[in-house]
């Protein structure tokens, strides 16, 4: 059964910063890209960026290019999202999701809040 | 940007009832990089249909996508109680964006 949980939410600061992770089974997660998509509060999802299976391409939205960074650890079967420069606007809850065969998001984690305020 | 704009925002609908949920893309997407999502609330969106017409593993045949271009249906035959919920479309074929979502909710 393939299964994705992701951590490291929680209540930062503007201008923090914050470490997510998504550890996955039940698959062999090396050979599939990974996404990070969030959902504010009521509100609809957004991508946030992409990764290869092998690292090799990266892609982020505009609203959080410079300020985050995706990563893989393959041998810990886990996928990263180091934020940086937190803002309001990134309350959200994150979602990672395994990239398909046909490039559709086929599972998701259960999500991790990110509560970004003074 | 491909922008995807669906409607109506709101169905209300009975159980038993057929739902037609529509998706407007801002320039041409191909077929094979449409997809559908639903989410009940408090979880996680789970795959319905990808390649505009081809359902995900385990989802029941009452559930059908169809379209092509800037044009695309999510369509549910039969309403279960368990259907309702927000759907959300997706194209994957520049970057990836989603629509802003339409609930399906009791009538």
């Known amino acids: 059964e393939v299964q994705l949980v992701e951590s490291g939410g929680g209540l930062v600061q503007p201008g923090g910063s914050l470490r997510l992770s998504c550890v996955a089974s039940?698959?062999?997660?090396?050979?599939?890209?990974m996404n990070w998509v969030r959902q504010a509060p009521g509100k609809g999802l957004e991508w946030v960026s992409y990764?290869?299976?092998?690292?090799?391409?990266?892609y982020y939205a505009d609203s959080v290019k410079g300020r985050f960074t995706i990563s893989r650890d393959d041998a810990k079967n886990s996928l990263y999202l180091q934020m940086n420069s937190l803002r309001d606007e990134d309350t959200a809850v994150f979602y990672c999701?395994?990239?398909?065969?046909?490039?559709?998001?086929?599972?998701w984690g259960q999500g991790t809040l990110v509560t970004v305020s003074s | 940007e491909i922008v995807l704009t669906q409607s109506p925002g709101t169905l209300s609908l009975s159980p038993g009832e057929r739902a037609t949920l529509s998706c407007r893309a801002s320039q041409s997407v191909r077929s094979g990089s449409f997809a559908w999502y639903q989410q009940k609330p408090g979880q996680a969106p789970t795959l319905l249909i990808s390649?505009?017409?081809s359902r995900a593993t385990g989802i029941p045949d009452r559930f059908s996508g169809s379209g092509s271009g800037t044009d695309f249906t999510l369509t549910i035959s039969r309403l279960e109680p368990e259907d309702f919920a927000v759907y959300y479309c997706q194209q994957y074929q520049t970057s990836r964006t989603f629509g802003q979502g339409t609930k399906v909710e009791i009538k």
């Open positions: 999701a395994r990239v398909s065969r046909e490039w559709s998001d086929d599972y």
């Open positions: 990764i290869s299976s092998s690292s090799s391409t990266i």
């Open positions: 390649g505009a017409s």
């Open positions: 039940g698959f062999t997660f090396s050979n599939y890209g």
